[in-house]
């Protein structure tokens, strides 16, 4: 099975993990933002250690690629474009929706729940989000979007959605429903690694040289008028 390093900076919460097929390691996280760049490579030694393992033993890099924090993605993709340099191994980029997406699915387990909403808070009423099934098919591609009352309302008349993660408190002032669910769901990089080794196992491997973080830059700029 795959060694994979996979690196999570993109939002609040910063973690890294070595997994080896879809199974943690070793892991760290860091809950302070500001910190995300000092954390990431005293964090990786850490884990490595604890593992047994050198950088030069892992089969992929892996890493949430956004969208997010801007710094925040910026460290992640520089640390492990910089690894895949070093050692000539491939790169993995999953976006942080679809990540957040498997954490969801692992938590609810059997509650009847049919598609999944992650949430990035922006700004304002603006978030960044998508929409999974629970094959983690992606029905609505990652986007921006500004959260208005009848916000995903085509999907609500014959599905159960959940709404999770930073953005969808500002969606629960808008909404209710009987088939509107909220949950506070928390994600790291283990639901990255079973992503990773799935994406590895079918060489779907990012451009070292052209890959770039999710940055939704367009987005940012918007104002709502």
Same mark, same amino acid.
């Given at each position: 099975?795959?060694?994979?390093?996979?690196?999570?900076?993109?939002?609040?919460?910063?973690?890294?993990? %070595?997994?080896?097929?879809?199974?943690?390691?070793?892991?760290?996280?860091?809950?302070?933002?500001? +910190?995300?760049?000092?954390? %990431?490579?005293?964090?990786?030694?850490?884990?490595?250690?604890?593992?047994?393992?050198?950088?030069?033993?892992?089969?992929?890099?892996?890493?949430?690629?956004?969208?997010?924090? /801007?710094?925040?993605?910026?460290?992640?993709?520089?640390?492990?474009?910089?690894?895949?340099?070093?050692?000539?191994?491939?790169?993995?980029?999953?976006?942080?929706?679809?990540?957040?997406?498997?954490?969801?699915?692992?938590?609810?387990?059997? +509650?009847?729940?049919?598609?999944?909403? &992650?949430?990035?808070?922006? !700004? !304002?009423?603006? %978030?960044?989000?998508?929409? /999974?099934? !629970?094959?983690?098919?992606?029905?609505? &591609?990652?986007?921006?979007?500004?959260?208005?009352?009848?916000?995903?309302?085509?999907?609500?008349?014959?599905?159960?959605?959940?709404?999770?993660?930073?953005?969808?408190?500002?969606?629960?002032?808008?909404?209710?429903?009987?088939?509107? %669910?909220?949950?506070?769901?928390?994600?790291?990089?283990?639901?990255?690694?079973?992503?990773?080794?799935?994406? @590895?196992?079918?060489?779907? @491997?990012?451009?070292?040289? /052209?890959?770039?973080?999710? /940055?939704?830059?367009? @987005?940012?700029?918007?104002?709502? !008028?």
């Amino acid at each position: 099975m795959a060694l994979i390093l996979n690196i999570d900076t993109a939002t609040e919460i910063a973690s890294v993990c %070595v997994s080896q097929g879809s199974n943690s390691l070793a892991f760290r996280e860091n809950q302070h933002q500001r +910190e995300h760049a000092s954390f %990431v490579h005293a964090a990786i030694a850490g884990i490595l250690s604890e593992a047994g393992l050198t950088l030069q033993e892992m089969d992929a890099f892996a890493v949430t690629s956004g969208p997010g924090s /801007y710094t925040g993605l910026r460290v992640g993709m520089a640390t492990a474009k910089g690894f895949c340099y070093a050692f000539s191994k491939p790169l993995i980029a999953v976006n942080t929706l679809e990540v957040m997406a498997k954490a969801a699915l692992e938590a609810i387990e059997t +509650e009847e729940i049919d598609l999944l909403c &992650p949430m990035i808070d922006a !700004r !304002r009423m603006e %978030v960044f989000t998508a929409l /999974y099934d !629970r094959d983690l098919k992606n029905l609505l &591609p990652p986007q921006p979007c500004i959260l208005e009352e009848k916000s995903f309302d085509s999907y609500l008349v014959k599905s159960k959605l959940m709404f999770f993660g930073s953005g969808s408190s500002k969606f629960k002032t808008l909404k209710t429903g009987e088939n509107i %669910v909220f949950k506070n769901i928390e994600y790291n990089a283990k639901n990255l690694a079973g992503l990773a080794n799935k994406a @590895f196992q079918q060489k779907k @491997f990012a451009d070292i040289s /052209y890959s770039q973080p999710e /940055y939704f830059k367009d @987005f940012q700029s918007t104002v709502k !008028r």
